[in-house]
T-cell receptor
């Protein structure tokens, strides 16, 4: 079945720096979502992006189907970006283990 | 107005206890899902349903039952709760099963002592 590898597992930035989060999938990619998980646990859907590039404010998601990978770029990071970022694929949403992002002031 | 709601938001029970987690969606979606999330893991699918009266087994179904009573309501039942079921539980809904975007509830934190 599908396996999802997220990297890095954790990332510490200074405020204002950019971040690049990666997801790699073991089998063909046909559905893709990125989530932000708040420290309290609730999930925020960031992108539904099966292919191509999507933008939302300081966030950009790029999915390359042929290469079975997706990335999330965060520009000009802020302390409020701190939390866990999860990617998921497949119609039943196979999740990666997440990237724990900490943005220092 | 939140489209996927869960109750309770927090629950503490003892080993062997009986627990029901509730989920309601107002998206008019056909598919609903129950996931659990444990430290070091992403979310893992327990059960899902594509309509009232339907139930499908997910990846980690052992120890759980589920029931979809209406298009809106999906319940997760733990009839003999064990400490290994201490977890954060999420419900989600989607319009279709085939690679459609899923919308999540706020989660229920369950502790089994």
């Amino acid at each position: 079945g599908q396996q999802v590898q997220q990297s890095p597992a954790s990332l510490v930035l200074q405020e204002g720096e950019n971040a690049e989060l990666q997801c790699n999938f073991s089998t063909s990619l046909n559905s893709m979502q990125w989530f932000y998980q708040r420290p309290g646990g609730s999930l925020v859907s960031l992108f539904y992006n099966p292919s191509g590039t999507k933008h939302s404010g300081r966030l950009t998601s790029t999915t390359v189907i042929k290469e079975r990978r997706s990335s999330l770029h965060i520009s000009s990071s802020q302390t409020t970006d701190s939390g866990t970022y999860l990617c998921a694929s497949s119609w039943q949403l196979i999740f990666g283990s997440g990237t724990q992002l900490t943005v220092m002031p | 107005e939140a489209a996927v709601t869960q109750s309770p938001r927090n629950k503490v029970t003892v080993t062997g206890g009986n627990v029901t987690l509730s989920c309601r969606q107002t998206n008019s979606h056909n598919y609903m899902y129950w996931y659990r999330q444990d430290t070091g893991h992403g979310l893992r699918l327990i059960h899902y349903s594509y309509g009232a009266g339907n139930l499908q087994i997910g990846d980690v179904p052992d120890g759980y039952k589920a029931t979809r009573t209406t298009q809106e309501d999906f319940f997760l039942l733990l009839e003999l709760a064990s400490p290994s079921q201490t977890s954060l539980y999420f419900c989600a809904s989607s319009d279709a099963g085939n690679y459609a975007e899923q919308f999540f509830g706020p989660g229920t934190r369950l502790t089994v002592l």
